[in-house]
C-alpha cells in the first residue's frame, strides 16, 4: 500500500522559512514523479511543483507564484521528498500535500497533509 | 497557464439524484482531464482520469464526458458520502491547473 506522510509544519511569521519532508513507503521512492499540492483557503487546490525522478533525469518544474521562493527536492536514500519554503507570506497558509505524479499527470496518492500558518 | 473554470460553484441535491458538473478549459487539452472528490479533513481522491476512465476502486456511479473543451462529472444516483467538494484538473501542460472546486452537498 501507498503511503506519503509529510512533516515540518508549523506556525511561522511573514519573511519566515519552513521545510516540509514527504516519505514514501508502499512504491519504488526512486522511480516516482512526485509533486506538491497545497489548499488554502481563498484558492481550493494548487499545484506548487514538480520533480521528476532522478533516472529521468531530476528535473523540477515550479509554480509562478512560488518560483524563487520555494526549492524541492529529493533524497532517494531516504525515500524522501522536501519542500524549503522561503519568504512566507500570509497567503502561503494552507495545507500542503506531496502527491505521486504519474505518467498522466495525475495526483494518484496523497499524503494527509502539513499545515503551514503564516502569520505575525 | 490554461484556466479551469467550473460550474456550478455549489450544488443541493437530495440522495438518489443524478448530479452534473461542469468544467471549461481556456484552450484544448484534449482528453487530458482529471477529478479528484476532496473531503474535509482527508486527502484528495482521484474519480476519473483523462475524462473519462473511472480510477481503480472508484463507484461505478461516478462517471465522465467529454466535448471540445467543456469536461463533466456526473453521479448517476447521489449518496450521502458523495457529500464533498469537486475539482477538475488539467494534466495537459506544466504548470498542472485545477478548477476552482464544486461543492456538493445532500438535502
Known amino acids: 500500500e501507498v503511503q506519503l506522510v509529510e512533516s515540518g509544519g508549523g506556525l511561522v511569521k511573514p519573511g519566515g522559512s519552513l521545510r516540509l519532508s514527504c516519505a514514501g513507503s508502499g512504491f519504488t521512492f526512486s522511480n516516482a514523479w512526485m509533486s506538491w499540492v497545497r489548499q488554502t483557503p481563498g484558492k481550493g487546490l494548487e499545484w506548487l511543483g514538480r520533480?521528476?525522478?532522478?533516472?529521468?533525469?531530476?528535473?523540477?518544474d515550479y509554480a509562478a507564484p512560488v518560483k524563487g521562493r520555494f526549492t524541492i527536492s529529493r533524497d532517494d536514500s531516504e525515500n524522501t521528498m522536501y519542500l524549503q519554503m522561503n519568504s512566507l507570506e500570509i497567503e502561503d497558509t494552507g495545507v500542503y500535500h506531496c502527491?505521486?505524479?504519474?505518467?498522466?499527470?495525475?495526483?494518484?496518492?496523497w499524503g494527509q497533509g502539513s499545515l503551514v500558518t503564516v502569520s505575525s | 497557464d490554461i484556466q479551469m473554470t467550473q460550474s456550478p460553484s455549489s450544488l443541493s441535491a437530495s440522495v438518489g439524484d443524478s448530479v452534473t458538473i461542469t468544467c471549461r478549459a481556456s484552450?484544448?487539452?484534449?482528453?487530458?482531464l482529471n477529478w479528484y472528490q476532496k473531503k474535509p479533513g482527508e486527502a484528495p481522491k482521484l474519480l476519473i482520469y483523462?475524462?473519462?476512465s473511472l480510477q481503480s476502486g472508484a463507484p461505478s456511479r461516478f462517471s465522465g464526458s467529454a466535448s471540445g473543451t467543456d469536461f463533466t462529472l456526473s453521479i448517476s444516483s447521489l449518496q450521502p458520502e458523495d457529500s464533498a467538494t469537486y475539482y477538475c484538473q488539467q494534466s495537459y501542460t506544466i504548470p498542472r491547473t485545477f478548477g476552482q472546486g464544486t461543492k456538493v452537498e445532500i438535502k
Open positions: 502527491t505521486t505524479d504519474n505518467s498522466l499527470g495525475t495526483f494518484d496518492d
Open positions: 484552450q484544448s487539452i484534449t482528453t487530458y
Open positions: 520533480i521528476k525522478s532522478t533516472a529521468t533525469g531530476g528535473a523540477i
Open positions: 483523462t475524462a473519462y
